[in-house]
């Protein structure tokens, strides 16, 4: 089974600074895929970012981008220029194509506070 | 862009009753999940849905079922409803496989209640 641990349950960051959420996961799967979610007080489920196991390079998408570990099996969200509208949960999922569909795993979330 | 369509927004049942829940899929995915987020909790896979067929199936109990139809919309059927099915439900798209298909779009989800 996979497991995808959140150690954070709620971080605060001054607008306009740089935050890091951590996530670890257990898999013994080789082709795998992680995402960063973000559900804001709308309980809207937004892609923020996602990462391909089998890529080497980070991936970056604006103010977002992750440090992917394979070995340490850990996917980390890097935050720049934080933002009152990042103000939301954060949760981290991944997926695999070894079983019947790409079911996410998610962890128990990251609640991230801007403080202006 | 279109999105992935949910109605009801908000449900609001008693318990031992049933309730229907639909998603609408992205135009042109194939490939439909159902997850369930209770109170402070995180989602959790219930069920998923490829070309019309079951792909997939979570911790879906057994008072629930589901189908794809040939548009591709989903349903989810909720009997007997107990105060813990209070959650909310949410509905994800995409693509089938071989077209980027671990990609999933969201829906706005559906906000149920059992009184």
């Known amino acids: 089974a996979q497991t995808v641990t959140q150690s954070q349950p709620e971080m605060s960051v001054q607008e306009a600074e740089t935050v890091t959420l951590s996530c670890t996961y257990d898999t013994s799967e080789s082709n795998y895929y992680l995402f960063w979610y973000k559900q804001p007080p709308s309980r809207q489920m937004i892609l923020v970012i996602r990462?391909?196991?089998?890529?080497?390079q980070n991936a970056t998408e604006n103010r977002f981008s992750v440090n992917f570990q394979k070995a340490a099996k850990s996917f980390s969200l890097k935050i720049s220029d934080s933002q009152l509208g990042d103000t939301a949960m954060y949760f981290c999922a991944f997926a695999y194509s070894g079983a019947g569909s790409y079911q996410l795993t998610f962890g128990k979330g990251t609640k991230l506070s801007v403080i202006p | 862009a279109a999105g992935v369509i949910q109605s009801p927004r908000h449900l609001i049942k008693e318990k031992r009753e049933t309730a229907t829940l639909k998603c609408y899929p992205i135009p042109r995915h194939d490939t439909v999940y159902w997850y369930q987020q209770g109170p402070g909790q995180d989602p959790q896979f219930l069920i998923s849905f490829y070309e019309k067929m079951q792909s997939d199936k979570g911790s879906i109990p057994d008072r629930f079922s589901a189908q794809q139809f040939s548009d591709y919309h989903s349903e989810l059927n909720m009997s007997s409803l107990e105060l813990g099915d209070s959650a909310l439900y949410f509905c994800a798209s995409s693509l089938g496989p071989n077209k980027s298909s671990y990609e999933q779009y969201f829906g706005p989800g559906t906000r149920l209640t059992v009184t």
């Open positions: 990462q391909e196991a089998y890529k080497q």
